[in-house]
């Protein structure tokens, strides 16, 4: 299509994403590659032939897989999947995809509408058949798990989408006719985005009976429009796409497929002759309605993907309506070309309207349409002479010029007739370059789910080379649902990304948290170094204003601009630049605004931080992050101690890797120890000459001592003459009570919010020593703590790390690389934002772009892991003669097999305790009790209702995949079972087998004890 104005698109809806199950093909992909191969993926069933008719090939699109489910990861218990309609399970999995497919798998995606339908396939007819079995599952529980009426509202409840949810029942129009409605939604506003789409799901093939003449193709093949054509074949399906206004989806930067110029929707009345009849006047005009929708002339049409059923009577009749609508084939440049995709899978039913929909969006989007297979000659009922149309033989691409414009018809059975336009989509720019690292996000449910993810995306990567990473960021950060198990990878292009995707990840912790508390730890100084920050100042906006803030702020006070010290740029200035920055005077401010500029990059960023803490100097960023001192002023009070520390005797300070005991014995009269920053980390302080003998002397006998770049004796006697000075530039300037938690490094302990207002607080900072080892003591006491070193360097990192009760329990994150280390600082920066995101904080990933806008793109979708639930073809049955009195094993949680579940237990009498007085005569064969009688009771109970054999007293009913419907079922049984008064509300309150059968025990208890008391009263 033509580059449109707003106002063009403004009845324009676009295709963002597809998803699908068909015979042969697992996914859209497999699907087309499957159509532009011509094959075939019906199957011959020699078993189901038709003795009375051996000239019959029973045939079938089978589906693979059509009982696998990943029960848990919708939340559902092994039991309620395995009685859930398989198609309705397989299209919620596909609504799943689709959406991921489209970038729109986050949850917060825009209102979101659900339009789908089922066909018929017996399931409930099988569950009904084996009610004896489940003794939880009552006819209302059938009727909500199978019925077509709730297919949608399914969709909707386990996928949180807030729009319309609708099921559509056309017969075969079924899916096209849903497609329409969604349309229609979008455009009158009644959702944002919509699903559409719908399933036929055999799970069982009944027998295939063979009548002449009759819509079943004797020889196996589906031969629409083709002389020999004599029926269509059934197949399974599922198909889902995802909609969206064509406007709000060029804005946001979503991929569009093919555009929806039109549809529309009809149904043939009684102008035919018959109910199952089809009708020309009606489906002529379905078709010419839709044609004054999309505003086209029928000339510019260059595919119509048909009904095509093959059929003696629905063939001529789709084409002599489609005739009518077209016209004649009179000034065409080229004949329309028609063809079925029925003639590759067979017949899907309620899901055939929205498979032919997704062939004729491919076809349009790669400009290609694949072959109608079997045709060699017209149906001589057919008239094609007269007609605009040409059934296309072979792939070819597409025949006409200009935008490539299709049709898709769907014909159901009982006249209601549905034909929607397509158009090509309009050219989108491609995403500016990415030009530097880029953060990859995966998740899953469980461990294995997210290294399987990882798997996928790095296989998917390494085949598409090309792929813009940045696209597959944003797609990744905005366009999934983010589960407890995370993993990231930071990469600046497609074979780094592989690399780091396919190494394994440490082994997982406990996951995400839903609320990460993020504790900022600010440095102090030390590890200041020429350049650092200069990647994201030259690179981040936000961070760029923030420096340039305080840079301003402190030019005055400092007689140079620190930028000029940070960030030099000739060699020249490099040199000028060192020698300052190597003062305290400059040192300081500068490390305060980096760490500040820092913390404004990360709020921008949506990451701010619980609790804050501070090492020495470090202690001013924290509390101007906490509010306690306006960013200018803090940076001018650190400037000011800069210059009176400056002004003290030459000092310096050495780090000792010994316990703080062993250090004061070995400590001359002019030493003192400044800092502890955990068991055998210390910091001495003192005269300059001093610390440089004693560090001397201390490596000579073999322990570790080291020099500090600190030209200053800070948390000594050293600083008693200036104390008063600096208490005097404090009270000077405004201070305000804490917003945030503050730890004070020089007690361990959280500060009060008046005392950190006060000079002096920080007077008695700047002259004790800082404790930050026992800061670290006091944030060790919550493991779910997110302790973030805010740079520069990683000196917090490294200590937390050191410090000997640490246990690894809580994630230390570093956002700055160390100053000899080469690495990108984006890169380090992205990796602690991705470390931050994996214990569960929640970064706007909007605000993380900074190339340009950014598109979501096809990439692979959640790994579903699936397991068998099906309940076998209905057979006869012949109840037992007796009913066994004890809990027996259950039969298989996922995939009930011939062998019979056992029933529950049989309601004996009472006794003295409330259990069952058989419990104890265990019949031959049966293993032993592992529990207490009334406790094996319940867990036979919980695992009959929820589908486990094997629960845990401990396991919890929700966590199980149980709900208000398992706990009322529950409670009666109890109540049945005990004799006693059991409520659905006594199940959820106490939701684990241990806890409920107490409860069970309790009341029984009570229960004999009160008819004691009545009885000797």
């Excluded at 570790?704 to 600190?710: G, S, Y």
Aim: hydrophobic residues 40%.
């Amino acid at each position: 299509m033509t580059d449109n104005g707003q106002e063009d698109q403004e009845h324009l809806v676009a295709v963002v994403g597809m998803a699908g199950r068909f015979p042969g093909a697992p996914d859209v992909e497999r699907f087309w590659e499957n159509l532009l191969a011509d094959r075939e993926t019906i199957t011959v069933l020699p078993d189901r032939a038709d003795p009375a008719h051996p000239e019959f090939v029973p045939a079938y699109g089978v589906l693979d897989g059509v009982g696998d489910f990943d029960a848990a990861y919708f939340g559902l218990s092994a039991h309620d999947a395995l009685i859930t309609d398989p198609q309705q399970r397989l299209l919620l999995e596909c609504a799943h995809e689709a959406l991921e497919r489209a970038g729109h798998g986050g949850m917060d995606r825009p209102v979101t509408g659900v339009y789908v339908g089922t066909g018929g396939n017996g399931y409930a007819e099988a569950v009904r058949a084996r009610l004896h079995e489940m003794p939880f599952v009552d006819e209302w529980r059938v009727r909500q798990a199978t019925a077509p009426d709730f297919a949608a509202t399914r969709i909707a409840y386990h996928l949180d989408l807030t729009g319309p949810a609708m099921t559509a029942q056309t017969a075969c129009s079924t899916s096209l006719v849903a497609v329409h409605l969604a349309v229609q939604a979008l455009l009158n506003g009644e959702c944002d985005l919509a699903v559409a789409g719908g399933a036929t799901v055999v799970p069982h093939l009944p027998t295939m009976r063979y009548t002449p003449g009759g819509i079943v193709a004797a020889d196996g093949h589906c031969r629409a429009f083709d002389a020999d054509s004599d029926g269509t074949v059934s197949a399974s399906a599922v198909g889902v796409v995802v909609l969206r206004p064509l406007a709000d989806a060029l804005a946001d930067g979503d991929h569009v497929h093919a555009v929806i110029r039109g549809s529309a929707v009809n149904n043939d009345g009684r102008h035919k002759a018959g109910f199952t009849a089809p009708s020309v006047v009606g489906q002529a005009e379905v078709v010419r309605t839709a044609h004054e929708v999309a505003g086209i002339d029928p000339h510019e049409v260059g595919y119509v993907e048909a009904h095509g059923t093959g059929t003696a009577l629905g063939d001529p009749i789709e084409v002599a309506a489609l005739t009518q609508a077209f016209g004649s084939g009179e000034g065409r440049d080229a004949p329309c070309l028609i063809g079925s995709v029925k003639t590759n899978i067979g017949h899907a039913d309620a899901a055939a309207g929205v498979t032919g929909f997704i062939k004729a969006v491919l076809s349009v989007e790669h400009g290609v349409i694949p072959a109608t297979l079997h045709y060699r000659s017209p149906n001589p009922a057919v008239d094609f002479a007269t007609s605009s149309f040409e059934v296309n033989a072979t792939a070819r691409p597409w025949p006409t010029d200009g935008p490539r414009i299709a049709g898709v018809n769907a014909l159901g059975v009982g006249g209601t007739n549905a034909h929607v336009v397509l158009e090509q989509a309009p050219h989108q720019e491609e995403s500016a370059p990415s030009t530097g690292h880029e953060l990859l996000l995966v998740s899953g449910k469980t461990p294995a789910a997210v290294e399987a993810a990882a798997d996928r995306l790095a296989e998917h990567l390494a085949a598409h080379p090309g792929t813009h990473l940045g696209d597959a960021a944003r797609t990744l950060q905005v366009g999934r649902t983010h589960h407890a198990n995370r993993r990231f990878v930071v990469a600046s292009g497609t074979q780094d990304a592989v690399t780091a995707l396919r190494g394994r990840a440490p082994a997982p912790g406990t996951g995400a948290l839903s609320d990460a508390e993020l504790v900022f730890m600010y440095p102090g100084q030390g590890g200041q170094h020429i350049g650092m920050t200069a990647e994201l100042y030259d690179g981040r906006p936000a961070f760029r204003r923030a420096l340039d803030e305080v840079a301003d702020a402190v030019a005055g006070s400092l007689g140079f601009d620190l930028r000029e010290v940070l960030y030099p740029r000739t060699d020249a200035e490099r040199a000028v630049a060192a020698g300052r920055l190597a003062t305290i005077e400059a040192g300081q401010p500068a490390v305060f605004a980096v760490q500040y500029a820092t913390t404004r990059l990360l709020d921008s960023w949506g990451l701010r931080p619980s609790a804050v803490t501070g090492h020495s100097l470090g202690a001013y960023a924290a509390a101007c992050a906490a509010g306690v001192f306006a960013p200018a002023d803090a940076i001018r009070l650190v400037a000011e101690r800069g210059r009176l520390l400056g002004a003290v005797p030459a000092g310096a300070m050495a780090a000792v890797r010994l316990p703080e005991e062993e250090v004061l014995e070995l400590l001359p009269a002019d030493i003192t120890v400044g800092a502890v920053n955990g068991p055998g980390q210390c910091t001495v302080t003192g005269p300059a000459a001093s610390v440089a003998r004693l560090a001397q002397e201390l490596t000579d006998r073999g322990l570790e001592a080291r020099v500090l770049r600190i030209a200053t004796a800070g948390h000594s006697p050293l600083v008693d003459p200036i104390t008063q000075c600096f208490a005097e530039a404090i009270e000077a300037l405004p201070r305000d009570r804490p917003t945030l938690p503050v730890l004070s490094d020089t007690t361990g302990a959280w500060v009060d919010e008046d005392a950190v207002r006060g000079s002096r607080y920080w007077v008695r900072h700047m002259r004790e020593p800082v404790r930050f080892g026992e800061a670290l003591d006091t944030l060790f006491g919550a493991p779910d703590r997110v302790l973030v070193d805010m740079g520069p360097g990683r000196t917090l990192a490294t200590l937390t790390r050191q410090h000997a009760a640490y246990d690894g329990k809580q994630t230390v994150v570093r956002l700055a690389p160390h100053p000899a280390e080469e690495a990108s600082e984006t890169a380090v920066l992205l990796a602690g934002v991705g470390e931050m995101w994996a214990r569960g904080a929640h970064p706007d990933f909007a605000a993380l772009q900074h190339d340009g806008p950014r598109r979501r793109i096809a990439l692979p979708t959640y790994p579903f892991e699936r397991r068998h639930h099906l309940v076998p073809s209905p057979t006869p049955f012949t109840p037992t003669a007796t009913t066994p009195l004890t809990p027996t094993p259950v039969a298989s949680p996922v995939s009930m097999t011939e062998a019979s579940a056992t029933g529950l237990p049989a309601e004996p009498g009472e006794a003295a305790t409330g259990a069952p007085e058989a419990a104890a005569d265990v019949p031959a064969g049966v293993p032993a009790l592992e529990h207490p009688p009334v406790l094996q009771a319940v867990l036979t109970a919980f695992g009959q209702a929820l589908g486990y054999p094997d629960i845990d007293p401990q396991d919890g009913l929700f966590d199980l995949g149980g709900d208000s419907l398992t706990a009322t079922k529950l409670a009666a049984w109890a109540g049945s079972t005990f004799h006693l008064t059991v409520k659905a509300s006594d199940v959820l309150r106490f939701q684990s087998p241990a806890s409920f059968a107490a409860l069970i025990e309790e009341r029984g208890a009570d229960a004999s004890a009160a008819e004691k008391e009545n009885s000797t009263s």
